[in-house]
Structures are given as C-alpha cells and as structure tokens.
C-alpha cells in the first residue's frame, strides 16, 4: 500500500477485486439452489472498472438514473441485463430506458406507469415493467436508509398495488413483467427482508389468480456488513429467510445487492495533516480527507474502523479523527485509540468501498481522489484524481 500511495497520493480509494469476487461467490452460493439474477446497484459503487468486473462475474445491473444506465451500458452490460429503479425519473430518462429496452423499469406510482405507457406507444413498443411494492415493514436500520415504510416516498402501499396491476395490465404500451420491493440498506436482521419476500409472494398469488402472468419478483438489496464487528445476516440466513415463499411462485428471483458486494473491498487512506493536543480539549488527529470524500458518518452517524497504516509504539490515547473541511460534523470517528501518531502518517478507513466515492463532492473547492484497484500482486488507477482544470471545466 505504502508504493501505492506513493504512486498516486491521498486522498486515496483502493479496492480490491478478489474481495469483490469473495463477496460475490458467498451470495452465488447461498441462492444456487433457485434460479436467481443478481442486479448489482450501482448506487454503492458505479467505478467502471468495478463494474466491469462484476459483469464479468455474471452479474446485471441496476440502476437509479441516466447516469447510472449510462454506466452501466459503458462498463458493457446489455440493456436487457439492467432494471432501472428510483423514485422520480424524469420522463427523459424514462424515454431513454424504453428506447434502449430495458429488463424492467421498476414502477414507482400510478402517474409513472402512465407516463411510461404513453412513451412506449408513441414508440410502437412495449415496455418491460415491474412495480415497486411499499409493503409496511421496518427494516430496523438507520432511518435515513429505511425506504419500505408507509410513510417513506418509495413505491406504491402494498394494498393499492393488485388494483393498479390489474390496470397495468390493459394498457397497450406496458408488458408487465415483475414486482420489486426496496426495504432499505445496511439491514443486519433478514427476517424484514423475509417477510417482504412472504409480502409479495402473497400479491403475485393473487395477481396470478387475476390473469396476469409474472416473471420474476426482485427483491431489492439491502443485505448489511459488520463496520463494527456486530453480526450480520449472512448469505445463506438470507437465502433461508426470503426463498420459501419465493419458491412457492415458481417466479424468476432478483437481488439488487450494492454494499454487500463491494464494502468491505474498499478502503479510504488519508494522511495526516496536522495534530493538536491542549489540555482541556479532545486530542485530535487532522487527515487530508473527511466528509467530501466519505460522508458516511456524518449523514447516517455511520461508522467505520480506521486503523494506523505502521502503528507506531508508545502510550495510547484517544483521538478524534477529522476531516480538513470547515465543518465540525466533518468527524471520522470518535474517541478512537491510537498509539503516537505524527504528521504524515497514513490512516486507513475500513469498509469504504460502498456509498464512499459516489457520494464525494466538490466542497471547499477539493478534487475527487483517486481510484486504484489492486488484482492479484498486480494494481492499477481506474480513476484518476481530478485535476484544477477538471474542476473548473464547466464555469465561465
Ligand atoms: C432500489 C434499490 N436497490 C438496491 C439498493 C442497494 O442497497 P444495498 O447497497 O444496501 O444493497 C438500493 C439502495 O438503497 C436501492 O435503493
């Protein structure tokens, strides 16, 4: 890491494949016994290079925007191998998606489906369409990523959602093909994701009952990963807490899973910048990098490990670790234990492969960092730091 860094500098991303591989296979494994697609959303993660190697492992892809369809068909995946989800696609986006023909647009409210319907019969075509489901149930995760409550912007109430279909299902410029649930993200419990699964599983019964033939239900990501070293639902608890009721479908099963796939592959290595210890304050360790690169832990009180890159001997003490920004949210982490530290030194926040660098801003005038993944002994920048020039392209 240290010829890495010397390389390319910090702030710094650096991923690593094999445990983008790792992750991938544990989740192949658990769902082999079910026909299954796994829809990687590129929300956590959408590096090109990364999501050439997921595509490479089989995965599709889902995607929130333009942008991330734009990704997604740069990195080589077909349109048919990604659905796009998100609440208020604009009709731009919409057009883009049924011009290209899409696996399924997922649904999000009656006045949606109009407008794709429209769309695809000004076309001549139709649109693969799947409905997003809002089933009522808490995903006991942090409540800025909880999106399956009634009282969350995302998808249609469970009980409005046989009506519509059966509207749907008469109009000329929609297919529909599916229906999707999103309950939220970083969820370590899996009966939530369970009892969507029973959720929708029920409606496609009913939906079956009424005439309209489904292919495949997607169940959205959401599978959480241990930043503090607390358990977490594993593949296969997953696999075991939402495949009965999917198997008593007989429907084709899809995942969007984002973090799971690609947190842990990631770390965040910043140098330090400046230390200060008076008596009376919070001793404090002052990094190159904070909130514009990883702004984790100050939007969702999120945290991270970070450790010393060559800890060094000598008394511990508890440090605040922060960012360069003029925020005082722009806080790493709280009364965190390190040995002496000095300026210069290199810390590494752990588990920052997902929602890290898709998440960075401009703030303050700083520059995107870099992207490096390592493969094997062998590593490469898949992204370069963004230059002055990059940054002020665009203005007059
Ligand atoms: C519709 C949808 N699918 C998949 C994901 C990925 O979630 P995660 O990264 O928690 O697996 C998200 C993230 O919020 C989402 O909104």
Same mark, same amino acid.
């Given at each position: ?187 370590? *419990?899996?009966? =939530?994701? #369970?009892?969507? &699964?029973?959720?929708? %599983? ?5 939906? !079956?009952?009424? +005439? @309209? ?14 930043? *503090?070293?607390? =358990?977490? #639902?594993?593949? &296969?608890?997953?696999? %075991? ?5 999917? !198997?008593?479908? +007989? @429907? ?145």
């Amino acid at each position: 890491m240290a010829d890495i860094v010397r390389a390319c500098g910090t702030p710094l991303y650096i991923y690593s494949a094999g445990l983008v591989r790792e992750a991938h296979a544990s989740l192949e494994q658990a769902f082999a016994g079910y026909p299954h697609g796994i829809h990687y959303a590129l929300k956590a993660n959408s590096n090109l290079a990364v999501l050439r190697l997921l595509r490479e492992l089989g995965t599709g892809a889902d995607a929130n925007s333009g942008g991330e369809i734009e990704a997604a068909l740069r990195a080589g995946f077909e349109p048919s191998q990604i659905v796009f989800t998100g609440v208020g696609k604009t009709r731009e986006e919409l057009d883009h998606a049924v011009a290209i023909g899409v696996k399924a647009i997922n649904i999000e409210s009656d006045g949606e489906a109009d407008r794709i319907d429209a769309l695809a019969r000004a076309r001549g075509v139709k649109a693969r369409v799947a409905l997003r489901v809002n089933p009522d149930i808490d995903a006991n995760t942090h409540a800025h990523i909880s999106t399956g409550q009634r009282f969350n912007k995302f998808g249609v109430p469970i009980e409005a959602a046989a009506p519509l279909l059966r509207r749907l299902a008469g109009k000329a410029g929609l297919h529909v093909v599916g229906l999707h649930v999103h309950l939220g993200s970083q969820i370590l *419990d899996v009966e =939530p994701l #369970g009892g969507a &699964a029973r959720a929708l %599983a029920g409606l496609a019964r009913s939906t !079956r009952d009424a +005439g @309209l033939q489904l292919e495949h239900i997607d169940l959205g990501g959401g599978l959480g990963i241990g930043y *503090d070293g607390s =358990p977490h #639902g594993s593949p &296969a608890e997953y696999a %075991a807490a939402v495949l009965p009721a999917i !198997r008593a479908t +007989g @429907l084709h099963l899809l995942l969007e899973p984002g973090r799971f796939l690609v947190a842990p592959a990631g770390i965040l290595v910043g140098r330090v910048a400046d230390t200060k210890a008076y008596p009376g304050c919070p001793r404090f360790v002052i990094l190159d990098t904070g909130m514009t690169e990883l702004i984790r832990p100050m939007l969702y009180d999120a945290y991270h490990r970070i450790v010393a890159v060559t800890p060094r001997p000598g008394d511990t003490h508890e440090y605040e670790v922060v960012g360069p920004l003029c925020e005082t949210s722009d806080t790493l982490g709280h009364k965190r234990e390190f040995g002496p530290i000095e300026v210069d030194d290199l810390l590494v926040v752990l588990d920052a492969g997902a929602y890290g660098l898709v998440m960075a801003s401009n703030y303050n005038r700083r520059r995107m960092p870099a992207e490096v993944l390592v493969d094997g002994g062998a590593w490469r920048v898949v992204r370069k730091r963004q230059s002055y020039a990059d940054l002020f392209r665009n203005e007059e």
